[in-house]
């Protein structure tokens, strides 16, 4: 991940961190209900963080796109499954996903580049 977007992630889950403690009811059901859809079950969760990367790209969420990305990465998908998703979310999103998709392969290049460093 570039620092950049290293640094945009991490501000990105400080805030997250914050409003779990303003509203900690609300996030813990959150976080709860996130790890339980997440779970393996008939579809990986490799799977669905590639249709969560989808969804995010097409309903324009920068920070979704970010996290999505990395939890993509970390569920081993790769390069080619991604850029596979953004397609699939160019098509259902039109135009603005295209944008979008632009901007989930820069994430992905940039956090590409950085790993390929370290």
């Not at 309903?59 to 939890?71: E, F, L, N, T």
């Not at 699939?88 to 956090?111: F, H, K, R, T």
């Amino acid at each position: 991940m570039s620092k950049q977007n290293k640094e945009y992630y991490g501000k990105t889950m400080q805030l997250i961190e914050q409003l779990g403690q303003a509203i900690p009811k609300t996030m813990g059901t959150y976080n709860r209900l996130h790890r339980v859809v997440t779970e393996d079950g008939a579809l990986s969760f490799k799977v669905k963080e590639l249709m969560a990367l989808g969804i995010a790209i097409t309903v324009r969420c920068d920070g979704c796109i970010a996290y999505h990305v990395q939890q993509s990465l970390s569920a081993e998908a790769t390069y080619e499954e991604i850029v596979e998703t953004i397609g699939v979310a160019i098509m259902m999103g039109g135009g603005p996903s295209i944008m979008y998709g632009c901007e989930a392969l820069a994430a992905l290049e940039q956090i590409n580049a950085f790993e390929a460093k370290e």
